[in-house]
């Protein structure tokens, strides 16, 4: 279901910036929203793409548009109808479901999960979990023992089935790679096919589901073993911002995420960018108080201050999005993501009296999404906690909120507010939409290039150099 648009309220920070000063960003901000709109007419254009603007991702700003209107248009035939019916018979097929990927191919899979499905998910039984299949995430590392783990445990649950062919004790995978030789996702597939081979033998047809880009050896064996479903990662969209192509739609769709109300948030995030005026456009007023602090008082960390632990999966998806996109010529803000109250007793201490370099973001889940509990009372109060005896713990939350906030102002430390409704699929797409689109605006407003990563390649080509070399 739809619900209203996040907000952003950085009442509480501005106040720390010289007066006018973000009157005067107003025209390079509204001139980097052009840019960024514009350059999706030039990519669908096809026309050479200036150098410095090389390479140039910026597909995913209508993509969620042209989904849902893809939809509406061919409906059973559409990318998302197709989405969802491989999603609903790996459901029937398999138990347990394996997402291969790391980075872009990763990450925003895990923010949605953590985000949308019950935190204790993969411990409920099948029947509680409506027939949606635990997921696990691997191939994001090289960490045998890890992957060991993961790799006994579905295959005492194979061996334990009575019968092979229910859903019980099988699994399926997902593998997931845009260029289709990223090593430790390779490395990963080979050792879950193996075991899929080993327990399902000719099954994994229908139990391996590729998603990759157009070329490269994923495509290629995906054109010759003939799986039963594959799916292209589009041209134009890059990794980090691949999260609401079949890379994440697929898995969420598999974890009963409603993906159609992802998309719409996502596309109602886009709108709003166009449509919505400076001063009153979440999008490019983070974009312009956090570049303020950046370049004024030196605030190069950016706190993402989740209040949730829901969304911290949100927070590390963002701290990959804000440090590929703009870490680069010796520039860029480095994020970082808390969980509270968590890491007030861990980060807590540094944020409050440390260096005066961090820009704190709070970002605030807004109504829960079951029943708030009660603290309940006691005849001992042994704890001497009776005093708030009947409070819900989410007017517990707002305290600790407003108690960090005050601190934080009482010692003149800037915060901001994204105020979420609440977590649902619609405002889990509005939040992507939003971060992805100001990492662009804020990159073309200060001539970094926001796609690519080519920093990145570095560490694979000495990796890959060591082990021929070993
Ligand atoms: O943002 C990016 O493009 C990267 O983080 C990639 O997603 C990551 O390196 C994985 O690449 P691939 O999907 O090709 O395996």
Not at 404 to 424: C, G, V
């Amino acid at each position: 279901m739809a619900s209203p648009l996040l907000t952003y309220d950085a009442s509480a920070a501005t106040r720390y910036l010289s007066p006018g000063r973000l009157d005067q960003l107003r025209s390079s901000i509204e001139a980097a929203r052009d840019e960024t709109l514009n350059d999706v007419t030039l990519w669908q254009s096809g026309e050479a793409v200036p150098k410095e603007k090389d390479p140039l991702d910026a597909g995913f700003i209508q993509w969620p548009e042209e989904l849902l209107l893809n939809l509406n248009e061919q409906g059973d035939d559409s990318l998302v109808a197709r989405i969802e019916r491989c999603a609903a018979r790996l459901r029937e097929t398999a138990d347990s479901v394996v997402v291969l990927g790391i980075g872009g191919s990763y990450m925003g899979m895990r923010a949605m999960f953590e985000a949308l499905n019950n935190p204790f998910h993969n411990e409920q039984s099948r029947e509680e979990r409506k027939g949606v299949p635990r997921i696990y995430f691997e191939g994001w590392n090289v960490d045998s023992d890890n992957q060991k783990a993961l790799l006994d445990l579905l295959d005492a649950r194979a061996a334990a089935a009575k019968d092979s062919s229910a859903p019980t004790g099988r699994t399926a995978v997902i593998v997931i790679s845009k260029s289709g030789r990223t090593l430790e996702t390779a490395a990963a597939f080979r050792n879950f096919r193996a075991l899929l081979e080993r327990r399902f033998g000719d099954d994994v047809q229908q139990l391996i589901v590729p998603v990759t880009g157009d070329a490269g050896r994923l495509r290629d064996l995906a054109n010759d073993a003939k799986f039963e479903d594959v799916f292209s990662i589009p041209d134009g969209i890059g990794g980090r911002f691949s999260v609401l192509t079949p890379v994440g739609l697929l898995p969420a769709a598999v974890a009963g995420i409603d993906i159609r109300s992802l998309l719409q948030g996502a596309a109602d995030m886009t709108e709003h960018l166009r449509s919505a005026d400076y001063g009153s456009n979440a999008i490019l007023d983070y974009t312009a108080v956090s570049h303020a602090f950046e370049i004024d008082q030196g605030m190069t960390t950016r706190i993402l201050s989740t209040w949730g632990c829901k969304l911290e999966a949100i927070g590390l998806w963002y701290d990959q999005l804000l440090s590929e996109s703009l870490g680069k010529h010796e520039l860029g803000a480095t994020p970082l993501t808390v969980v509270n109250t968590r890491d007030l007793h861990s980060r807590g201490q540094q944020h409050q009296e440390g260096r005066r370099d961090k820009l704190i973001t709070n970002v605030l889940p807004g109504q829960t999404s079951s029943e708030p509990l009660t603290l309940p009372g006691r005849e001992d109060d042994f704890d001497q906690l009776n005093k708030f005896a009947d409070y819900k713990l989410p007017r517990i939350l707002q305290a600790a909120i407003d108690g960090t906030n005050k601190a934080y102002a009482d010692d003149n430390r800037p915060t901001a507010d994204i105020a979420l409704p609440t977590i649902n699929a619609h405002t889990v797409g509005q939040l992507f939409q939003m971060l992805m689109l100001a990492t662009v605006v804020e990159g073309r407003l200060v001539g970094t290039n926001p796609y690519g990563q080519p920093g990145v390649e570095a560490y694979k080509k000495n990796m890959n150099a060591f082990l021929a070399e070993s």
